[in-house]
């Protein structure tokens, strides 16, 4: 069963750290490529990151760099996201979701459509 899911979400002070974690199951994730989305109350989704199949390139959106890291433990079949300094207009729902290939920038920029989509995960940022 192709199945993502989605974990590490909570909540968290402004200045404070959480790392997301993406699971694959029935499917090779390094063969796709991955990218992290959120979407905020009242606010459409957008693309946080991304990260390609095989070589592993990575992107961000603006809003993030710096902040973010996206990487892959191919032995865990698993991509995190750790999310450092968060803010307030960080507070999401993160979804992971995959796309078969190497598509990064593509995915976070919104050019193409995800093979698959995890249920996401919470991140509030607030004190």
């Known amino acids: 069963q192709v199945q993502l899911v989605e974990s590490g979400g909570g909540l968290v002070q402004p200045g404070g750290s959480l790392r997301l974690s993406c699971a694959a199951s029935?499917?090779?994730?390094?063969?796709?490529?991955t990218g992290w989305f959120r979407q905020a109350p009242g606010k459409e989704r957008e693309g946080v990151s991304c990260?390609?199949?095989?070589?592993?390139?990575?992107y961000y959106t603006d809003s993030v760099k710096g902040r973010f890291t996206i990487s892959r433990d191919n032995a865990k079949n698993t991509v995190y996201l750790q999310m450092n300094r968060l803010k307030p207009e960080d507070t999401a729902v993160y979804y992971c979701?995959?796309?078969?290939?190497?598509?990064?920038?593509?995915?976070?920029?919104?050019?193409?459509?995800?093979?698959?989509w995890g249920k996401g995960t919470l991140v509030t940022v607030s004190s």
């Open positions: 979701a995959a796309l078969y290939g190497s598509r990064c920038p593509a995915v976070v920029k919104g050019d193409v459509g995800m093979d698959y």
């Open positions: 029935g499917f090779t994730l390094n063969r796709y490529t």
């Open positions: 990260i390609s199949s095989s070589v592993g390139s990575t």
